[in-house]
């Protein structure tokens, strides 16, 4: 009898397959390269070890149960498994009917917001990421304040995780590949009624952040494009596919049949509705709307404009603000 013990060789369609990792390893190597750009030595090793990278992820890809995070997935990942992008219209004229229904508190605070954002594009360099982190926390502290006033708690959860172990499912009910989705979303903003258990389950030491989507009266979430440079809308873009996988495994994890969620750098917003339709997820994806130095500079509407559509994607009161196509 052989002392030898046999592993039972897995089969890669067996288990989930986790493909991040070989994508992580190719972003690092590409900011090697660019690191390393004129050393010769270098140049042909670490093509070679990119070139052995990516056979190795188009062979993971082929698995059955592939896994990726919510930084890592593509645009691809996402068409693959059937998930299919439409567009959000929004009607102007009835967002500046919702600003001016805006309450003297709601109005003060959106003034004192103003105020300090642009006391932030005086005071840092806005053009890298960390100003846009202050002013996208900035929005959300004014945010919670606003629904204070009208006796409504706020609750913000930065780094909460939605899936654990594997991950959540999603599958192309065409050709029936499947995906499996895990990881943190940026911040999720839960508003629940104003009481102390609540407030406890929520937010005191050793709560509970599963009960967050159970005990909520409106959710959104809130995906952070970490952008290092501000001129380019593409940088933004890219941000999506990461964006709407966190929508999903929300929608799938908490048995909803349709998430609102936002991509943000302070300065752009893109506003998204996700739903499941017949079998079918649809994200619905708005133009990008702008909240620059120079806009603000002359007046605070594009911010009264941003601050009430993140209320509005909170907790919804307007069904005619926008068509679906």
Same mark, same amino acid.
């Given at each position: 009898m052989s002392e030898?013990?046999?592993?039972?060789?897995c089969?890669?369609?067996d288990s989930t397959v986790d493909i991040s990792k070989m994508r992580m390893v190719l972003n690092r190597l590409e900011a090697l390269k660019v690191e390393l750009e004129g050393v010769e030595e270098t140049e042909e090793e670490l093509h070679s070890i990119s070139e052995h990278v990516l056979a190795l992820e188009n062979?993971?890809?082929?698995?059955?149960?592939?896994r990726v995070t919510f930084s890592t997935i593509t645009s691809d990942d996402l068409k693959k498994a059937g998930v299919m992008r439409k567009r959000l219209m929004f009607d102007d004229a009835k967002i500046t009917g919702l600003t001016n229904g805006l309450t003297t508190d709601a109005k003060a605070d959106i003034a004192d917001l103003h105020s300090r954002i642009k006391n932030i594009y005086a005071r840092v360099n806005m053009d890298y990421e960390p100003g846009s982190r202050m002013i996208l926390d900035a929005i959300l502290l004014a945010l919670a304040d606003i629904f204070s006033t009208q006796q409504r708690g706020i609750a913000i959860l930065p780094g909460t995780r939605i899936a654990q172990g594997d991950g959540v499912q999603i599958s192309n009910p065409v050709s029936g590949y499947e995906l499996w989705l895990s990881g943190h979303v940026d911040y999720a903003v839960i508003e629940y009624e104003d009481v102390r258990d609540y407030k406890d389950r929520l937010l005191a030491p050793g709560g509970s952040r599963e009960d967050a989507f159970e005990i909520?009266?409106? %959710? !959104?979430?809130l995906v952070e494009a970490k952008c290092q440079s501000l001129s380019d809308i593409h940088i933004l873009v890219s941000h999506i596919p990461e964006a709407v996988s966190q929508a999903i495994a929300l929608l799938r994890s908490a048995n909803l049949s349709e998430v609102r969620f936002c991509l943000s750098d302070?300065?752009?917003?893109?506003?998204?509705?996700?739903?499941?339709?017949?079998?079918?997820?649809?994200?619905?994806?708005?133009?990008?709307? %702008? !909240?620059?130095?120079?806009?603000?500079?002359?007046?605070?509407?594009?911010?009264?404009d941003i601050v009430q559509l993140v209320c509005e994607w909170l907790r919804p009161t307007a069904t005619d603000l926008f068509v679906l196509e």
């Open positions: 030898h013990t046999h592993k039972r060789k089969s890669l369609q062979i993971l890809k082929g698995a059955k149960k592939p909520s009266t409106g %959710r !959104l979430f302070g300065h752009t917003w893109i506003f998204f509705v996700l739903k499941s339709e017949n079998g079918m997820l649809i994200y619905y994806e708005s133009a990008a709307r %702008r !909240l620059s130095r120079d806009l603000l500079e002359i007046s605070d509407v594009p911010l009264r």
